[in-house]
């Protein structure tokens, strides 16, 4: 689903090479339902509107976005190379954050197995990459990035 907010100063002035569904006099004259909508999609965002709302509002949830995203950047950059990010500090997301371990692929499948145990999931890297993914996008609250970050000092103490 996309949502687009035009000026009204620029609706009407489509470029006639321009496909019909981006054609925003149409879409306007139809109240947006030149289409089929997508009921679902929108239902599901309008959930999600309301709930990033009721967090505080687009500057709280990036606010806690980027309070996540340094708790687990700290705790790999402060591992002293156990876990090591491959993405250079200026370029890291806030809501993928990729790692490896300095201890190899075995290492690495031990990792993902006892924090699979404790319902840390979905955290295995990318097929062509491997290492480690944690997602942490607005759904996830500081807790369970918490006790991820919690899992790796425990995991780097006993391995």
């Given at each position: 689903?996309?949502?687009?907010?035009?000026?009204?100063?620029?609706?009407?002035?489509?470029?006639?090479?321009?496909?019909?569904?981006?054609?925003?006099?149409?879409?306007?004259?139809?109240?947006?339902?030149?289409?089929?909508?997508?009921?679902?999609?929108?239902?599901?965002?309008?959930?999600?509107?309301?709930?990033?709302?009721?967090?505080?509002?687009?500057?709280?949830?990036?606010?806690?976005?980027?309070?996540?995203?340094?708790?687990?950047?700290?705790?790999?950059?402060?591992?002293?190379?156990?876990?090591?990010?491959?993405?250079?500090?200026?370029?890291?997301?806030?809501?993928?954050?990729?790692?490896?371990?300095?201890?190899?692929?075995?290492?690495?499948?031990?990792?993902?197995?006892?924090?699979?145990?404790?319902?840390?999931?979905?955290?295995?890297?990318?097929?062509?990459?491997?290492?480690?993914?944690a997602s942490i996008y607005n759904a996830m609250p500081v807790e369970?990035?918490?006790?991820?970050?919690?899992?790796?000092?425990?995991?780097?103490?006993?391995?």
């Amino acid at each position: 689903m996309a949502i687009v907010i035009v000026r009204d100063d620029l609706i009407g002035k489509t470029n006639p090479n321009c496909p019909t569904m981006f054609d925003y006099q149409l879409m306007a004259d139809n109240e947006s339902m030149y289409n089929t909508p997508p009921c679902y999609t929108m239902y599901a965002s309008g959930l999600v509107f309301k709930k990033l709302l009721k967090m505080g509002g687009l500057e709280a949830v990036e606010k806690l976005n980027q309070a996540k995203a340094k708790l687990l950047y700290d705790a790999i950059d402060g591992s002293d190379g156990y876990y090591v990010s491959p993405v250079q500090p200026e370029y890291r997301s806030l809501m993928n954050v990729p790692f490896t371990l300095s201890g190899g692929e075995d290492l690495e499948k031990k990792f993902l197995k006892e924090a699979d145990a404790l319902g840390l999931e979905s955290l295995k890297g990318h097929r062509s990459v491997g290492g480690a993914r944690a997602s942490i996008y607005n759904a996830m609250p500081v807790e369970g990035v918490q006790t991820l970050v919690d899992f790796m000092a425990e995991f780097k103490a006993k391995n």
